[in-house]
């Protein structure tokens, strides 16, 4: 299972939301968490998970893939809850 969080260095609701995605990682320490700079994105995650739209947290888990975009951070509690079932 993997999370993947999605940021840019220019995005200010990023900067806003890492204290968020910092505790999420704390919270589900069982994902495998991956980090993607959207401006340096060599491995594809972002057109893999169709992300365009950033901060981002798309989760790959045997019950499918669940994504959530914005700085309202209780929906990223709930797909991860939701994953780690």
Same mark, same amino acid.
């Given at each position: 299972?993997?999370?993947?969080?999605?940021?840019?260095?220019t995005c200010e609701?990023?900067?806003?939301?890492?204290?968020?995605?910092?505790?999420?990682?704390?919270?589900?320490?069982?994902?495998?968490? =991956?980090?993607?700079?959207?401006? @340096?994105? /060599?491995? +594809?995650?972002?057109?893999?998970y169709n992300v365009?739209? =950033?901060?981002?947290?798309?989760? @790959?888990? /045997?019950? +499918?893939?669940?994504?959530?975009?914005g700085t309202t951070?209780?929906?990223?509690?709930?797909?991860?809850?939701?994953?780690?079932?």
């Amino acid at each position: 299972m993997s999370a993947y969080h999605f940021w840019s260095p220019t995005c200010e609701p990023c900067r806003v939301l890492k204290p968020v995605i910092e505790d999420l990682k704390e919270e589900f320490p069982t994902l495998n968490w =991956v980090s993607v700079n959207t401006h @340096d994105d /060599t491995a +594809g995650y972002a057109k893999k998970y169709n992300v365009t739209i =950033v901060p981002a947290i798309v989760v @790959d888990s /045997t019950k +499918g893939i669940e994504r959530h975009t914005g700085t309202t951070a209780a929906p990223y509690y709930r797909i991860l809850r939701n994953a780690t079932k």
